[in-house]
């Protein structure tokens, strides 16, 4: 079974809800956790992330983690939400470099913009629109 790590910075936006989008769609055939590069660790998903996961009929539970190198070595695939993250990974963790990509790249390839906005503080309104632009490319996915 596939192992999917979704990276983002604080663990309780980005990163959660697209753990809770692919597990949701992939139903049991494959599983995604998620951690952050700067996180409190167990503080609660965002309220407006949850409330958007709640719109779509998607549970989470969650507290957020820090990624640490064994995330790393038990993922089949390392989504991050911006090339920044990725650089970041790939310059602490060079032995995974070849696993860690951003969700974007991986899904359309690296031309042009590969970040996924982060909503942190913003309004449901944008919540909403990272969460659709989260599902559409999770939806794509191909994890051969």
């Known amino acids: 079974m596939k192992n999917i790590l979704f990276v983002c910075t604080g663990n309780t936006c980005r990163s959660p809800m697209a753990e809770a989008i692919f597990n949701n769609i992939q139903n049991g055939n494959a599983f995604a956790r998620s951690a ?28 957020s983690k820090q990624l640490v190198e064994e995330d790393l070595e038990s993922a089949s695939y390392v989504f991050t939400m911006t090339r920044a993250h990725k650089e970041m990974l790939m310059d602490k963790y ?22 996924i906005v982060d909503p942190f503080g913003g309004n449901i309104h944008t919540y909403r629109e990272t969460f659709q632009e989260m599902k559409s490319l999770i939806e794509k996915l191909s994890l051969d």
């Open 36 to 63: 952050g590069l700067f996180s409190a660790e167990g503080s609660r998903a965002a309220e407006n992330a949850l409330r958007v996961l709640a719109e779509n009929k998607i549970q989470l539970e969650h507290r």
């Open 94 to 115: 060079p032995a995974a470099a070849d696993k860690i990509f951003t969700l974007k790249e991986y899904v359309k390839g690296p031309e042009g913009n590969i970040d």
